[in-house]
């Protein structure tokens, strides 16, 4: 096997494994919900209460951007544990690993930095 491809063997019992890929589902599925729900917030308030403040405007769309890639993230990484779930046999790929913990962490700091762009956004309104 080439090394990309060398199995990981996880020291857990099958059901810590699964019941973890449960959990990680499930945080995913939050964080898209979060994620949906602050696109929404900062689209209904960049239309109504902070429209007069244009030179902001581009952190409005940058928190939007960061929310969306969020979102595709955790699908992403939502489909990939449904798909371990389905054909699951206790071994992760090197590569595997690799690519959840790069979706995973991008999704969750994604969230973060959408959060940040937006106070940047409102920031002008309250000062």
């Known amino acids: 096997m080439a090394e990309?491809?060398?199995k990981v063997i996880t020291n857990a019992p099958i059901n810590a494994v699964l019941e973890g890929?449960?959990?990680l589902y499930d945080v995913m599925k939050h964080l898209t919900t979060l994620s949906s729900g602050s696109i929404l917030l900062v689209a209904t308030l960049?239309?109504?209460v902070f429209h007069n403040y244009?030179?902001?405007r581009g952190w409005?769309?940058?928190s939007i951007l960061c929310f969306v890639v969020s979102i595709i993230c955790s699908v992403s990484l939502m489909l990939q544990v449904a798909n371990n779930t389905a054909r699951f046999g206790g071994t992760f790929t090197r590569q595997e690993v690799r690519?959840?913990?790069i979706a995973h962490y991008a999704a969750a700091g994604l969230f973060v930095l959408g959060y940040v762009c937006f106070v940047l956004y409102a920031l002008p309104y309250f000062t």
């Open 46 to 48: 960049a239309g109504t």
């Open 21 to 23: 890929e449960k959990l």
């Open 54 to 56: 244009p030179p902001t």
């Open 60 to 62: 409005a769309l940058a």
């Open 99 to 101: 690519i959840r913990d």
């Open 4 to 6: 990309s491809e060398e």
